[in-house]
Every structure is written in structure tokens, then in C-alpha cells.
């Protein structure tokens, strides 16, 4: 199973672009990247997914380098309701269980 | 269809007591997982199904723990003679075939026991 290691936490202010890189460096071929947000109290919430180079959706954009040894996931302009744990994800789900690390924990200031 | 629903959201037992809590995932999911997650730390994989086969199982999951999914719908998971050190929530999760959009999460059940 590939390892990841992330910031335990970050600080930001609102209006500011936040990125948290993710490292995994024994990434396998078919694994995909996805990364998870959670509120307190709530279950994870799909960010978004990628497998390589760069995806982007509403909410977030993903970049991952060629060697896929890393990838950073960038919020843009994040609000105070932002402020929650990113759990970066890798593995292959058609294969087994995806497992979370400590995550970052992300605070927003105003 | 809203998502995956968990029932009870909150329970508390005593010490040695059995529990039994529900997963209803997205109808036209056919994996279903369940996770637990303690105070601080990330969610801990604990099983998986596909359909109503029970695929992969967590080495750290005791035996004192049992899941089912009957006919591939809902799920239960079972802990007998509950101890202090289960109070956690308990996530589940359901996956589509496509596995595009990664899984969604219910809101858990947050167990106590004391």
C-alpha cells in the first residue's frame, strides 16, 4: 500500500490560495490521488481525483507531477468554512480499501 | 436517494453489551465499506463488500466484530461484548462501479461506551 505523508496542519486567511502537498513515493501504477475534506462530526467528502498532471473541478484543483510522487491539492480564495481536515488518498479502489492517514488540518483565519 | 444514511447516529452502552448499527448506502452502489474513527486520528479501514461479498477484512478487526450485507443492500455491523476502547464513530461509505467520484461517506455513528 502506497504511504502518504501530508502537513499535520496549515494556517491561511480568507481570500488566499491554500495548497497541501501530499507525498507518495511508492505510488503504484494503477494507483489513483484523491483527496477527502471533513468537517467535525461528519463523515469525509470527495474533493476531487486524479491520476496525473492536473484536474481541476468547483472546488479544487489538483496538480501531480510527472513521476507521480507527490501531489499538491489547491484551494483557491478559501472562506472561513474551509476550515476542516484534507486527507490525501492513494491507492486503487478496484483492488482494495483506500487508507487515511492524520490528514492536514487546514485553519482559515478571518 | 440522498446519500448513505447510518441509523443510530448516536448510541451508548454499557461495557460488555452488544451493538448493532445499520448502513443504507447509495441504491446503485455495489461497494460498501465501513471505517472507524477515534478522536484526532483519520478513519481506520475495517471492511469491505462488493455485492454481498464480504471482500477484505482489516487484520486489526477483532473477532468480536461481524459485518453483513445481505443481498448487496443495506449493512449492519455487529460488536460483541462491547469495551471502552471501541467508543469511536463508525463511517460508512459506499462506491459506485465508474469509482469516479470516490466514496460517499454517511454521517456516522458515534458510539460510546461506558
Known amino acids: 500500500l502506497a504511504k502518504t505523508t501530508q502537513p499535520i496542519s496549515m494556517d491561511s486567511y480568507e481570500g488566499q490560495e491554500v495548497n497541501i502537498t501530499c507525498s507518495h513515493n511508492n505510488i503504484a501504477t494503477n494507483d489513483y490521488i484523491t483527496w477527502y475534506q471533513q468537517f467535525p462530526s461528519q463523515g469525509p467528502r470527495f474533493i476531487i481525483q486524479?491520476?496525473?498532471t492536473k484536474v481541476t473541478n468547483e472546488v479544487a484543483s489538483l496538480f501531480i507531477p510527472a513521476d507521480r510522487k507527490s501531489s499538491t491539492l489547491s484551494l483557491p480564495r478559501v472562506s472561513l468554512s474551509d476550515t476542516a481536515v484534507y486527507y490525501c488518498?492513494?491507492?486503487?479502489?478496484?483492488?482494495?480499501?483506500?487508507?487515511f492517514g492524520s490528514g492536514t488540518r487546514l485553519q482559515v483565519q478571518p | 436517494d440522498t446519500g448513505v444514511s447510518q441509523d443510530p447516529r448516536h448510541k451508548i452502552t454499557k461495557r460488555g453489551q452488544n451493538v448493532t448499527f445499520r448502513c443504507d448506502p447509495i441504491s446503485e452502489h455495489n461497494r460498501l465499506y465501513w471505517y472507524r474513527q477515534t478522536l484526532g486520528q483519520g478513519p481506520e479501514f475495517l471492511t469491505y463488500?462488493?455485492?454481498?461479498?464480504?471482500?477484505?477484512k482489516s487484520r486489526l478487526l477483532s473477532d468480536r466484530f461481524s459485518a453483513e450485507r445481505p443481498k448487496g443492500s443495506f449493512s449492519t455491523l455487529e460488536i460483541q461484548r462491547t469495551e471502552q476502547g471501541d467508543s469511536a464513530m463508525y463511517l460508512c461509505?459506499?462506491?459506485?462501479?465508474?469509482?469516479?467520484?470516490?466514496?460517499?461517506f454517511g454521517s456516522g455513528t458515534r458510539l460510546t461506551v461506558v
Open positions: 488518498l492513494v491507492g486503487d479502489t478496484g483492488r482494495r480499501a483506500l487508507t
Open positions: 486524479g491520476y496525473k
Open positions: 463488500f462488493q455485492n454481498e461479498a464480504q471482500l477484505e
Open positions: 461509505a459506499s462506491l459506485s462501479s465508474e469509482e469516479r467520484y470516490g466514496y460517499t
